[in-house]
């Protein structure tokens, strides 16, 4: 793992900037239940029921109250060292953006400067009847929620099964991955499309591709170097070769 490193350093620095994209496995260390890995949401919770359209039209309650119980969760989590380094990386000049398909945030708190989020905001909501958006403070005391301005119901501002992406957050990211030479993938199954087709991309364009997992995904086939670990123990370390480097040019 020591030379895989070394190597993806190596790589980070003489095609920098690279652009970043994570998924839930990154805030796996700050205690947000991933979605596929063992524990994952998708265990417990049938996405039919939680994370479409249909599953609101039928039971707005249910869907907030699963909502709800993550923004408790994510209210009570800190950014973990995966994410400070990701904004370390920024300030070197080595990753200009943080694509993410996460909800919860937590780039953000972090300090990092540019994220796209391709999947929406749990902390954002938005009227079904008159589309007024609110941002949360913290989780709703009574759900659903109701629009404070027409009593309509909120939906969260979030990417549901079946949904189409935020256009202008896709498009960016579309144009991201294609003028970047590598992209430092972290965190995510790869699985779930569109947004799982960022990492390839960058590849088509001729780009590098470092992914960091505690095991192997559907972007792995296409990786150039593999970095097999938890995000928060090897971002660190990816960080302090990278800065090695950049010192003894
Ligand atoms: P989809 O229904 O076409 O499914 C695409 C992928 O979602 C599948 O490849 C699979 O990996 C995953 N998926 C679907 N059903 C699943 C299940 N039962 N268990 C585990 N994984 C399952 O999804 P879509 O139409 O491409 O969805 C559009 C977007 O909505 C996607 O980008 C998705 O990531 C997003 N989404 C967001 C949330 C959220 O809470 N942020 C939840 C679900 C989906
Ligand atoms: N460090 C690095 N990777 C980790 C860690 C960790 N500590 N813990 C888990 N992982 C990896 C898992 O191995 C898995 O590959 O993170 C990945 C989590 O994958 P998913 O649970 O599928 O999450 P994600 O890829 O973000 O799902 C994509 O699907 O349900 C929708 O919209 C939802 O944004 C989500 C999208």
Redesign the pocket.
């Known amino acids: 793992l020591v030379e895989d490193i070394r190597r993806a350093a190596e790589l980070l620095v003489q095609y920098r900037p690279f652009i970043a994209f994570?998924?839930?496995?990154?805030s796996?260390?700050s205690g947000v239940p991933?979605?596929?890995?063992r524990g994952?949401?998708?265990e417990r919770f049938r996405?039919e029921e939680l994370?479409t359209p249909e599953a609101f039209e039928r039971n707005p309650r249910l869907v907030w109250e699963w909502y709800r119980w993550r923004m408790e969760i994510i209210y009570k989590a800190r950014p973990n060292p995966?994410h400070y380094a990701l904004v370390e990386l920024e300030r070197l000049g080595l990753i200009r953006c943080v694509v993410t398909?996460?909800?919860d945030g937590l780039h953000q708190r972090a300090g990092q400067h540019c994220v796209v989020e391709?999947?929406g905001n749990i902390w954002r909501a938005r009227c079904m009847r008159c589309s007024y958006k609110l941002v949360f403070r913290e989780p709703p005391r009574e759900v659903p929620p109701r629009c404070p301005r027409c009593g309509g119901l909120l939906r969260p501002d979030?990417?549901w099964?079946g949904e189409p992406l935020p256009e202008e957050a896709w498009r960016t990211a579309v144009e991201l991955a294609e003028s970047s030479q590598g992209i430092l993938v972290?965190?995510?199954?790869?699985?779930?499309m569109p947004?799982?087709y960022i990492p390839h991309i960058v590849k088509q364009h001729g780009g590098y591709v470092v992914e960091?997992?505690?095991?192997e995904?559907a972007v792995t086939p296409i990786a150039d170097v593999f970095l097999k670990?938890?995000?928060?123990e090897?971002l660190p370390r990816l960080v302090e070769e990278a800065r090695k480097l950049l010192a003894h040019g």
């Open positions: 994570t998924g839930a496995g990154i796996a260390e991933t979605f596929r890995g994952g949401l998708w996405p994370a995966a398909q996460n909800v391709l999947h979030v990417v099964f972290v965190g995510t199954s790869g699985v779930v947004a799982g960091v997992n505690i095991e995904s670990g938890r995000a928060g090897v």
